[in-house]
């Protein structure tokens, strides 16, 4: 019996081999249960939602089936079928993309669009080369230049201005302070805007000819009017939005006034009221004489409305840090700069990134009430061909194919929001 029992196992030497879960919970059957089987209430909307959408599917796909896409006027797309008349977008797509920019010169904005993907890229992920932020640094030039044409010289002046200055800064700020060599730098650039870049631009203009056709600014319309306004104004909205957090709880009782009366004014104020300021009462304030382009005006006010909301978005980062941070910061001796850039900011954004992306995301779907005050976004060119009477009376073709292109780019720039909180998470690691 001895023997019996000293040869008995009571621990497994072997495991056992790997077997598939239950089917009730792993899979499909397991995420329906868990998500919309859960209780007989859930069950009962979930057969009622697929019951809605399955009878929407059924009534609006005959009509997407029976479209018409080869026509030359409405009446012709209702002879030939009760579908959808999608050919007013098969013969206007290039209209809504570039409004009436030259049509020899579509190539343009497309490169700009291209180059704008190659720009993002480095700034939005991080395994993307570094090198490529030379793209993103030289991007807002040579769109300016690609987009409205005229000279190369001036934006090379321009360029050559700022590493001008950046030289001098450089140089001044190994003798020198900081805040002495950064006025040194501007001061560089300065007299390089004022007193040298146009005549020499110029002259080399008149020797080295390197111009594309100039295309003035109600040529320029559609979704690539679109792009110059959002892009500019949620490119310059976000550092100026940051300052404006920053100045609001200043100690500085000038600064802080100056900051909080400019964002409470601009809360205040209707988007559409500051277009139309921008559109006719500015030219009142410059002198006279002076020619302000209508697009650069429209983005100066859209960034400006932008960057109050940002401003306070951003104050709502700063507020939920807890206390210990900024006293941790100077315990650690460092400067007000140093601590905002390495410690509270930081922090203050990743809190944010919810409500900066919801202010860019309606920064560009406002971009429309630019067809308030004559500028042909895709909502004003739907209704100037409308206004034809080859293509009177289409209505959902039109609004559909330009809520699907809004609906693309507000997705994708919600998905990356997520994306971003996902990598920026600490909290589990």
Not at 19 to 34: I, N, S
Not at 260 to 275: A, D
Request: proline share 5%; charged share 10%; net charge positive.
């Amino acid at each position: 019996m001895a023997d019996v029992a000293h040869q008995t196992a009571f621990v497994r030497h072997a495991a056992l081999p790997e077997r598939e879960p239950p089917t009730a919970q792993a899979g499909a059957v397991h995420w329906l249960r868990a998500n919309l089987f859960n209780s007989w209430f859930n069950a009962l909307l979930t057969l009622l939602l697929v019951y809605i959408i399955v009878q929407a599917v059924l009534g609006v796909w005959p009509w997407f089936a029976g479209a018409t896409w080869e026509a030359g006027s409405l009446q012709e797309c209702r002879e030939r079928g009760g579908g959808a008349c999608l050919a007013v977008i098969n013969e206007r797509w290039r209209q809504f993309l570039f409004g009436f920019y030259p049509r020899t010169e579509h190539w343009r904005p497309a490169v700009t669009f291209l180059w704008l993907c190659i720009a993002i890229a480095p700034v939005l992920f991080p395994a993307v080369p570094r090198r490529l932020f030379w793209a993103t640094a030289l991007f807002p030039f040579f769109a300016y230049w690609l987009i409205w044409g005229g000279s190369l010289w001036p934006v090379l002046m321009t360029l050559g201005g700022l590493g001008l200055g950046y030289a001098a800064y450089r140089f001044a700020a190994g003798r020198l302070g900081a805040m002495t060599a950064a006025l040194a730098g501007l001061l560089v650039l300065v007299v390089w805007l004022q007193v040298v870049a146009g005549p020499l631009a110029r002259e080399l203009s008149r020797m080295i000819p390197l111009d594309l056709v100039t295309v003035p600014s109600r040529n320029i319309g559609g979704f690539t009017l679109t792009f110059v306004i959002g892009v500019s104004g949620i490119s310059l909205s976000l550092p100026l939005g940051i300052l404006l957090a920053l100045g609001r709880q200043s100690k500085m009782f000038f600064i802080k006034t100056l900051c909080v009366g400019f964002i409470e004014f601009i809360r205040g104020v209707p988007l559409i009221t500051l277009l139309f300021v921008a559109s006719v009462m500015l030219a009142y304030l410059l002198p006279p004489g002076t020619t302000f382009d209508l697009v650069l005006r429209v983005i100066i006010m859209v960034t400006l409305f932008a960057s109050a909301y940002i401003a306070e978005v951003i104050r709502g980062g700063l507020a939920a840090l807890p206390r210990g941070q900024y006293e941790a910061a100077d315990a650690m001796g460092l400067t007000y700069w140093q601590a905002m850039q390495l410690i509270i900011l930081p922090q203050a954004l990743k809190i944010s990134i919810p409500g900066i992306v919801n202010v860019f995301i309606g920064l560009f779907k406002d971009t429309t009430l630019v067809a308030i005050i004559g500028l042909l976004d895709p909502l004003g060119l739907s209704t100037a061909v409308r206004a034809t009477t080859e293509w009177n009376g289409v209505i959902w073709e039109l609004y559909g194919f330009i809520a699907l292109i809004f609906f693309a780019f507000c997705y994708g720039m919600s998905k990356y929001s997520q994306h971003l909180e996902r990598r920026l998470r600490t909290e589990h690691r």
